[in-house]
């Protein structure tokens, strides 16, 4: 029994000699830090292609569930934001309601006419510039602002390539006649223009993206995996497109 004690106390003392080693090594914050920022960044991707793979066939049957989901996703967010070890979650998330209140909003009922959609999707943009110049929520406020950067780049794309008629024919038709509609606006894409266009505007949402992880702060990271995403996204339309 004494030689069970002995090893039993061996081995707390042997823990508690690992974790007092770890504990004052200087890698081990650094470490955690750098781990976290790259959770943010791929939480910042998941929260991007949310609304498109999640809340798009929820807000086309029931929009008026996806908006009050909203809700849900505030309350959320401030009870996640009440505890020091799941604020930064709370603060993530509370950037994401408001590109869900958009999407909720635009696609709900204003899906038909695309020069909607802009103005919608900027619902949270003076509320995130009022935090920001309190420096309050900088994780989440930009991670909105990186989507809703990607979201302008994305129509400025459509306009300029006049894809404008096809988005709206495709809310009109049944889903018998969407994979002609998408054919039609595949070849609109494949042109010199669409596709030199499609290149700069990559680019640019590229660098954009990318820069910003030089910095050590969340928030830049926050931001650069929800920029980086739109790519992402834009890129599995165009798959959806071809294979139509």
Known sequence: ?????????????????????????????????????WLVFAAAVF???????IEAPIVRSLPSLSLALTGFW????????SRPATYVWGDLLLGFSWSWLAGAIYWGWL??????????????LPFAVWCLLRNWGKVG???YLGSLFGTVL?????????????WRQ????DADGAPQILQNALTQVQTPGGQAWAIILALVLLTVGVLPLRNEQRHWYAFGGAVLST????????LAAIVA
């Open 154 to 166: 994305t129509d400025v794309y459509f306009y300029l390539v006049d894809l404008m008629p096809y």
């Open 1 to 37: 029994m004494d030689s069970n004690l002995d090893l039993a106390d061996t081995g707390n003392r042997s823990i508690r000699e690992l974790e007092s080693t770890l504990s004052s090594s200087p890698s081990l914050p650094v470490f955690i830090s750098s781990y976290q920022k």
């Open 170 to 173: 495709i809310m009109t038709v």
């Open 111 to 124: 899906r038909w006419e695309p020069l909607w959609h802009l103005p919608v999707e900027t619902i949270g």
């Open 231 to 238: 790519i992402l996204v834009d890129s599995l339309f165009l």
């Open 47 to 53: 929260l991007v292609s949310v609304p498109v793979f």
């Open 74 to 81: 505030v309350w959320l967010s401030f009870r996640l934001m």
């Open 141 to 143: 406020n930009w991670f």
